[in-house]
């Protein structure tokens, strides 16, 4: 299959889709956008020799921040259509994957209350077998063409396979490190900061002991709570990553314990120096159905609190923090690759994890993706467009 991610002189991954415009990845934020075809091309020459002209100044304000100007000077319009959302008529879906989410371990120090890994964690094979088996799993996913991958797990922080994973995908395809932060390191710091890649600690409240409310310890590693709280670790985490100038995007679980308090916190966030925020609204699992109906409260106060979040992000936060706010409604949007190497998707049916090539489990075809995959629910996710 022919190779068709590109990492420009800017450091910016593009892909180009035919009939679909060009989509990009950009590490100094960690953010996802769609190029209009009918100027694809001039950005693409852009991002290989800044000194181009552009047709709009949206594109230097949003791609080039972090590179082609300060964070504090950029913009980032919602959803992620340029130059913006009414030169696209319709959304075709791409040819390829936007992005494929690889759990190099089932490991990890926390049981948080609403994972929705907890049966991939668990109930699944959660190591892979040697770096022979990374460099397998790698292979099958860069044959898919993603934009960017995430990895993910459990944490994987947690693997001994991290830094051999990533580089075998450096280059290739965008690189997201999701973590909690629990064990955030120096030599973790270090790793990021050489391959330049984007991460994404996970915290829902200001305050160290709500956090740990709800991203409790796991059992299995009962020593790790007599060093720091949760929260305070993603906070340490996310303080350094800024420090650093490691692009970060704080991820956010909104639950009836936090969502009246949402905007207060991303306010913070973005005083902070925090440049992107992501937001999802708690999911049902079949591992954690009764902490997700504990948990839920009134679904229309989500829509509430987004409108009040959305407003705050208009008025205050675009010039500087990107804001994403991810629904669980649209059916099958995301690809799944285990420790195990095989692919899944994730259901919202509270059934769990379901292969999407139960023939070819490790290397999935195009037409199991097709019967598999929602498309649009894919590209929306993250082009970041809700409706």
């Not at 947690?158 to 955030?184: E, R």
């Not at 409260?297 to 923090?321: D, F, H, L, R, V």
Request: proline residues 6%; charged residues 20%.
């Amino acid at each position: 299959m022919d190779k068709i991610v590109r990492k420009t002189k800017s450091g910016i991954y593009i892909r180009e889709d035919a009939g679909f415009g060009l989509i990009t990845f950009s590490p100094y934020t960690g953010l996802i956008y769609a190029i209009h075809p009918s100027q694809s091309s001039l950005v693409t020459k852009w991002l290989d020799n800044s000194n181009i002209q552009l047709p709009s100044d949206i594109y230097k304000l949003s791609l080039g921040a972090g590179w082609a100007l300060r964070f504090e000077d950029s913009k980032f319009p919602y959803p992620h259509l340029l130059p913006e959302e009414e030169f696209w008529s319709n959304i075709p879906r791409p040819r390829y994957p936007i992005l494929i989410n690889w759990l190099i371990t089932g490991k990890c120090p926390l049981a948080c209350l609403y994972c929705y890994a907890e049966d991939m964690m668990r109930q699944m094979d959660r190591e892979p077998k040697g770096e022979s088996a990374i460099k397998r799993i790698a292979e099958s996913i860069l044959e898919l063409n993603p934009l960017a991958v995430v990895l993910t797990g459990g944490d994987p922080l947690f693997s001994p396979h991290l830094a051999y994973a990533i580089q075998i995908l450096d280059g290739k395809t965008g690189i997201i490190v999701d973590t909690n932060g629990y064990t955030f390191s120096q030599e973790h710091l270090n790793l990021l900061k050489k391959h330049n890649i984007a991460v994404r600690i996970s915290l829902d409240f200001e305050r160290p002991k709500q956090n740990q409310a709800v991203r409790k310890f796991d059992k299995e590693h009962p020593i790790l709570a007599r060093v720091k709280s949760t929260g305070r670790a993603a906070l340490d985490a996310l303080c350094l990553c800024l420090d650093a100038g490691i692009a970060v995007t704080v991820q956010t679980v909104a639950t009836k314990l936090n969502v009246n308090d949402l905007v207060s916190f991303g306010d913070k966030l973005y005083r902070m120096g925090v440049t992107s925020w992501r937001i999802f609204v708690v999911s049902d699992s079949k591992v954690r159905h009764e902490e997700y109906l504990r948990l839920l409260g009134n679904p229309k106060s989500y829509s509430y609190m987004w409108e009040k979040i959305y407003k705050a992000y208009i008025s205050n936060w675009q010039q500087s923090m990107a804001v994403q706010f991810i629904l669980h409604s649209p059916p099958n949007a995301v690809i799944l690759v285990g420790p195990d190497g095989k692919f899944y998707n994730e259901s919202i049916t509270r059934t769990g994890k379901t292969l999407i090539d139960e023939l070819n489990p490790t290397k999935p075809s195009s037409r199991a993706l097709d019967n598999w995959l929602g498309w649009e629910s894919h590209v929306k996710r993250y082009l970041n467009m809700i409706d």
